[in-house]
């Protein structure tokens, strides 16, 4: 089977092991899933990906558990500020205990409860679309003398 089989698993073996591969299963499931990718993370390459869908908003870390709980919570309040009495979920991708192995990643939130109308949806995502993504680190200042810019971004 390829990776876009029909399979949930079938995607899941594919990208296991390698820094998000939880992205890429939330990306491929079927249905009305919106996906945020890597909207927290930390130089560990732990990552925090956001999905909003029926079930509500879904915080999805990626990484050492240890780590990504705390960057998990950051999320969820921000995240709560904005949606309101919308349902948050946490889901921690791992082998571990309380933990949802990436080859299950896709059939957990099939399951998950039905707890918005699809018109709900596209109104929470809309809001959390003002959040924004991350927020990558980008040095201030000007440039440097010797630096070259890229040559599609040249000013006319």
Do not use: C
Not at 89 to 115: A, E, S, W
């Amino acid at each position: 089977m390829t990776a876009t089989g029909s399979s949930p698993g079938a995607t899941g073996a594919s990208v296991e092991g390698q820094v998000a591969a939880a992205a890429a299963v939330l990306q491929s499931m079927r249905g009305n899933w919106v996906v945020t990718p890597a909207v927290a993370f930390n130089r560990n390459q732990d990552l925090v990906h956001r999905v909003i869908g029926r079930p509500g908003v879904v915080v999805v870390g990626e990484g050492v558990p240890g780590r990504t709980v705390g960057l998990m919570a950051q999320e969820r309040r921000r995240v709560a500020r904005v949606v309101g009495d919308v349902p948050i979920y946490d889901v921690v991708v791992g082998d571990g205990d309380g933990q949802v192995p990436l080859r299950k990643l896709q059939t957990h939130f099939m399951k998950l409860p039905r707890n918005l109308k699809p018109a709900q949806v596209n109104a929470v995502e809309a809001r959390l679309r003002a959040l924004g993504g991350a927020n990558v680190p980008m040095p201030k200042g000007p440039l440097p003398k010797g630096a070259k810019m890229p040559r599609g971004a040249r000013p006319r």
